[in-house]
């Protein structure tokens, strides 16, 4: 069964950093894209960044472009995000996801991921 495990979330103040990381087991992890999504209290899951199986491709929400960035280790078998520049408003429980095998292209699309780790609680102090 596929398993995901998000780490290194907590408390940050605003213009700090923070490296999110997420380990996969239960799947031929270099075969899928990934991606990270974020939920705010109140609010629904929204996108946040994916990458391609081989990290030749990535894409960004317009909100963290030029703040995060995406990575992965195949070797591994883990997806990271890491955030500058944090602001108050990136305040969110974030998630790593599997997207669907059969989908060729790069989706934002949370219906478009088929497996979710936990979450990781990310809060950025003002």
């Known amino acids: 069964q596929v398993h995901l495990v998000e780490t290194g979330g907590g408390l940050v103040q605003a213009g700090g950093s923070l490296r999110l990381s997420c380990a996969a087991s239960g799947l031929i992890f270099s075969s899928y894209h990934m991606g990270w999504f974020r939920q705010a209290p109140g609010k629904e899951r929204e996108f946040v960044a994916t990458?391609?199986?081989?990290?030749?491709?990535?894409y960004y929400a317009d909100s963290v472009l030029g703040r995060f960035t995406i990575s992965r280790d195949n070797t591994k078998n883990t997806v990271s995000l890491q955030m500058n520049s944090v602001k108050p408003e990136d305040t969110a429980i974030y998630f790593c996801?599997?997207?669907?095998?059969?989908?060729?292209?790069?989706?934002?699309?949370?219906?478009?991921?088929?497996?979710w780790g936990q979450g990781t609680q990310v809060t950025v102090s003002s």
């Open positions: 990458i391609s199986t081989s990290a030749g491709n990535t």
């Open positions: 996801a599997v997207q669907t095998n059969y989908i060729a292209t790069l989706s934002r699309d949370v219906m478009n991921y088929d497996h």
